[in-house]
């Protein structure tokens, strides 16, 4: 949703305003929407806690557990019918009437239905953190050390001389690449993760990034 930054502080200071954060697991989106929330007038909506109580679940490593890595069986389906979740899930955020509300996405938020993905384009504010080169590892360790569900859209093979662990880490810096294409198509800003995860970086100072320059 295109906004100058008159609008913008217009419509945070009506309560109207509505923001989405998009971008990679572990690349820092729901921390800063929460310190954000915290700081700052919005109510946030966590669409990995709506999917993950929807199953029965009560954390999100339990959650990436049933969902498993590719190469486990089943994880086809399951991987369907997670992508499903997510979209029943974000159908549901977007219906909020809170107080400047802020959705804090799923990493795979680009793959859910076309009706949901055309409302969160035309009614919210859409910002964008992107992967930089030098969290590339941190985001690889992150995926075995702190699992959360990953839909990898085709994008994981069974290479050859490599286990299955050594074929996700060779494997994921294409499906990177691949989103973040997608993510930057849908943004209205983006930030980069060097400056959300450099701990001299204020919120204050990432909130004002965030808004519209004119």
Known sequence: MELSR???EARYASGTL???FIGMSNIGKSYTAMRLATK???SLIE???IIWENLGHDSMDAFAEWQGHPYTDGYADREKHSIALETEATRKALTSVDHNPMIDTTGSVIYTDDDVLNELRKNYYIVYIEAMEE??????AQYFKHPKPLIWNGHYKNLPGKTESESILECYPNLLA???KAYAANADVTLPSTMILNP???IEDIFESLKPTA
């Open 6 to 8: 008159a609008e913008f």
């Open 18 to 20: 509505k923001v989405a």
């Open 40 to 42: 700052y007038d919005f």
């Open 47 to 49: 669409v990995d806690k």
């Open 135 to 140: 969290h590339l590892e941190l985001l690889k």
């Open 178 to 180: 691949s989103r973040g």
């Open 200 to 202: 001299k970086i204020n």
